[in-house]
């Protein structure tokens, strides 16, 4: 896969954009959902770190199941559009009842999810995965310390590069639910026009879109919200961090003489680690 300069820049501006837009509505949501609970006079009982990586491999288990139990791919993909669907819907309606009163929200994210289910294009993939992620980020990051996301952060970067470089067995998943029309990623094209581009079009090795991982967006995301109790400035001191880390990974995949996928999280996770620390020493 040879790439122009002009669709490498392209590239790193839309991979940016979508990075950053994600986090910034789910920073400012989640500060609207604080505002809120308080007003409600609502406490969340905080969330473990054991907790939350039980909650995660068990997640993971089940897709896993899936994939390796069930053999027809017809059926593998409707259910993985049935949780696609009722994971967007929920996260994303938290989302908009930050913002909006309860009708209007839950008409637009059924608008949002019937314009995806008739019409499945790049566009509205991200616009939902963005609402999804921001919406689900926000309230996990509400109910989580910033010493135990460090945690998970570690612990999850490991099993990353784990499950991309060893058993590979994320890979192959990934590839199946992108085959089934399903992604549970921010998609950037190559050029403008591809956001107009049917999901059925991206195909898993032939490098007209890249596809970054729904978790590499919401854990720094649940990082960068657990830190609102120390000012909203530092949330978005470690985005900006976290957005190096994002770079790095760009410049390693497209650096590749051949160019495979790459596990996102160890970078991202380090940077913004670095941006906690740095924001400790202030």
């Known amino acids: 896969m040879n790439l122009k300069n ?13 990075f950053s837009v994600t986090l910034i509505f789910g920073i ?27 909650y995660f491999f068990f997640a993971t288990f089940l897709v896993f199941l899936i994939f390796k139990l069930l053999k027809t791919q017809k059926i593998k993909g409707k259910i993985y559009k049935i949780l696609f669907v009722s994971v967007s ?20 994210v059924s608008l949002l ?9 790049i566009l509205n993939q991200n616009l939902l995965i963005i609402f999804s992620l921001a919406g689900i980020g926000a309230s996990l990051g509400l109910v989580l310390k910033p010493e135990a996301v460090i945690l998970i952060l570690v612990v999850l970067s ?14 192959k998943i990934a590839k199946e639910m992108i085959e089934t029309g399903t992604i549970l990623g921010l998609v950037s094209p190559f050029e403008l ?13 032939e490098g007209k879109f890249l596809i970054l991982g729904g978790g590499d967006v919401a854990l720094p995301l649940i990082f ?24 790095s990974n760009l410049f390693f995949f497209l650096s590749q003489k051949e160019r495979k996928a790459i596990p996102a ?18």
């Open 6 to 18: 002009r669709e490498i820049f392209f590239l790193f501006l839309t991979e940016t954009f979508l």
């Open 28 to 54: 400012f949501c989640a500060f609207r959902l604080e505002k809120i609970l308080e007003i409600q006079q609502i406490e969340i009982p905080p969330l473990s770190s054991l907790k939350f990586i039980f």
């Open 89 to 108: 819907f929920f996260s994303s309606l938290i989302f908009f009842e930050s913002f909006l009163p309860e009708p209007f929200s839950l008409i637009l």
């Open 113 to 121: 999810i019937f314009w995806w289910a008739k019409n499945p294009i």
């Open 158 to 171: 490991i099993y990353d590069f784990i499950a991309v470089y060893k058993t590979k067995h994320m890979v």
């Open 193 to 205: 026009a591809g956001f107009l581009k049917s999901t059925k079009e991206i195909k898993p090795g």
């Open 224 to 247: 960068s919200v657990s830190l609102l109790e120390l000012g909203i400035l530092k949330s978005f001191i470690v985005v900006l961090f976290s957005l190096f880390g994002l770079f």
């Open 265 to 282: 999280l160890p970078l991202i996770s380090l940077f913004s680690i670095i941006g906690y620390l740095f924001i400790r020493a202030l």
